[in-house]
């Protein structure tokens, strides 16, 4: 190869997902809990609505910030946060991916320092690095998983520039309390460090509420997604919230990253949004019963432990036999189920499994069975 062909030293910092590692080991009829995608249909409205826009020619770039009933209808929804939110303080993106990257390029400099949660999604750390910053993980209290807010103050040094916080979170499941959502705040204040809530799993609480960002637009930003509240994580559509200045930040940002996002998507995501409410108590009312599943196979187990998780769609059980995570979640895939190992999101991640219940109880059920088993014998020395 050509030496000009050279990946950027930027890109080479950064691994690629151990999420998608599992799936190339896998076996075409494996049990499949590696994914963190709904299985359920999206609203029949959102559909329609994009058909008909593609069909009436709705199929040019859109404004940047995207089309602004959308972004009216976003601000709508969320004022429940928010009262004073506007359409000019949401910026359409595609995807909540994308908005966590525009957000990052926006404001991390080099060097800066990115404080980002552990476990955590597995992109927060790489897109510090790939803005040039210098991602800290900070620790996750066991079992509830909040932020453990004594860890973050003895983080922060005078290059701390940015806490991301993910509520509800993945891979944890745990849901922010309001008391830790203050003292965040307080702590973004005091310090003037801005925080970064991706809060794309809003939709998804089985116990508490959630403790927005929202009302804290002068300290945060917040990202959001359809793609988990309207089952289209195809469709690539996001959205993110900031006051009028940092929206200005985020929408130059966002031109230069890809000039508007997807106009029919728009169109289909605006048709389903207004009435969404009775879509989501039904996922929630499903979801809730598959946590519920799957929090009682993984306790019937023996060296293995779980917290009934109250937000997103996962569990993230501890377990107790000396073996990395990555090493039983290989022995699982060839047991013929896919997990992802903790240690895909971070240190702190180790010593145990993410398990997506975004998927059919029979599923659940099947993979616990194989869950069961392979422990049983690893346990037994005979694996
Ligand atoms: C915590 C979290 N944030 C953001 C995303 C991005 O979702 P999308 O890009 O599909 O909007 C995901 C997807 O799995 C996620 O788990």
Redesign the pocket.
Known sequence: MNKGMKVSDRLQSVPMSGIRKMFDLAKPDSINLGL?EPDLEPPAEAIRAMAKAAEEGKNKYSPTAGIPELRDAVAARYARYNPDLKGKNVIITP????A?LEISQAFIDPGDEVLVPSPG?VIYAPHAKLAGGVPVEYRLTEGDFQPDIDYIQSKITSRTKMIVV?NP??PTGGVLSEENRNALADIAKDKGIMILS?E??DSFIYEGKHSSFLPYLDRAVV?G????MMAV?GW?L?FAFADEECMDALIKMQYHVCASPSMPGMYGVLGALPGIDPYIENARKVYKARRDLITKRINEIEGMSLIPPRGAFYAFPSYDMDMPSQDLANELVKAGLICTPGSAFGTFGERHLRFSYAASEEKIDKGMDILADTVRKIRGGRI
């Open positions: 963190g995807s909540g991916s994308t966590l999604f993910n979170a993945n991706d794309v799993y990202a997604g359809f793609s988990k994580t690539r996001g």
